[in-house]
């Protein structure tokens, strides 16, 4: 494909369900007419590794509760790498249908799927499957990112921030609005390519694999880690939380275990967890 047939097939992936459409990675390379050899690469990469190994990184997930004003608390603030590592890409990738998908990519409005795209794209780089393969341009990429994070991590728990997420592209706690850009700006100040963009989010409320998270214009975006068998319970359970409703909440952990479609013991444990959720949030509304 051509730029502007990328950016077209880009814009209607976007606007698909997410049920209706292609894996993010499967998308990204029916963008690309030229076909992996994954023979070729897999070896390549084994060997590359041997002598260059990746450094070691860790996610952080949100721990279960509620965040932000619906308990009372400051809201959630959350630092943006995307930008910073996209223009660490056009830095550093040479390949010319890379830096044009991720162009693609970027030319879309703002979003969770324009962002996952991103990732994904980034993250095809080390997989041998893909025509975007090139592990050492990945590893190098990965480097300077990880250093940039070190230092935005620093800067946060050193001013007495606790990190509460810790994903491939952003930092998330709880600040004060005013205490979150005086943060940004010295983070800013340390980093060599680009800016870390500022998103305050009145609210988050987090249940396992799912969080929402209440953006400024008065929408909810969800957002989870992998996929499970409990993911419409664990939706429906949040749904009811944003209204701090926890009986309709146990209602639908009660009518899950009564259906025997689901494991007792797994469903007895969301129960817990919701009473903790309840314990913690009548102690902050009550200091």
Not at 31 to 37: I, V
Not at 129 to 146: A, G, S
Not at 245 to 255: K, L
């Amino acid at each position: 494909m051509n730029f502007e047939e990328k950016k077209q097939a880009i814009k209607e992936y976007i606007n698909t369900p997410e049920e209706d459409r292609d894996g993010y990675v499967r998308f990204l390379c029916s963008l690309e007419e030229e076909k992996a050899d994954t023979i070729t690469n897999s070896k390549h990469k084994e060997e590359y590794l041997e002598e260059n190994p990746f450094p070691e990184y860790n996610l952080k997930w949100l721990e279960h509760g509620i965040y932000g004003e619906l308990a009372g608390q400051n809201p959630y603030q959350e630092l943006d790498f995307e930008k910073f590592s996209y223009n660490i890409m056009k830095e550093l990738v040479d390949d010319e249908p890379t830096l044009e998908t991720m162009k693609a990519i970027m030319s879309q409005p703002k979003s969770y799927d324009r962002k996952r795209l991103r990732v994904y794209l980034f993250e095809s780089m080390k997989k041998a499957r893909t025509p975007y393969f090139n592990v050492e341009k990945y590893r190098e990429i990965l480097v300077q990112m990880l250093e940039a994070k070190s230092v935005a991590e620093e800067v946060i728990e050193d001013e007495g921030y606790t990190v509460l997420t810790k994903t491939f592209d952003s930092f998330g706690f709880l600040a004060e609005t005013g205490e979150a850009r005086e943060l940004q700006a010295k983070i800013n100040e340390k980093l060599e390519y680009s800016k870390l963009d500022l998103e305050t989010m009145p609210s988050v409320i987090s249940f396992y694999n799912i969080a929402d998270f209440l953006h400024e214009d008065g929408d909810w975006g969800r957002v989870k880690t992998g996929g499970t068998d409990y993911d419409e319970i664990k939706g429906r359970i949040i749904d009811q939380l944003k209204e701090k409703d926890f009986d309709s909440a146990r209602e639908i952990i009660i009518e899950a275990i009564q259906s025997g479609d689901y494991n007792r013991d797994k469903l007895t444990e969301y129960n817990g967890v919701l009473n903790q959720i309840k314990s913690e949030l009548n102690q902050t509304t009550l200091g």
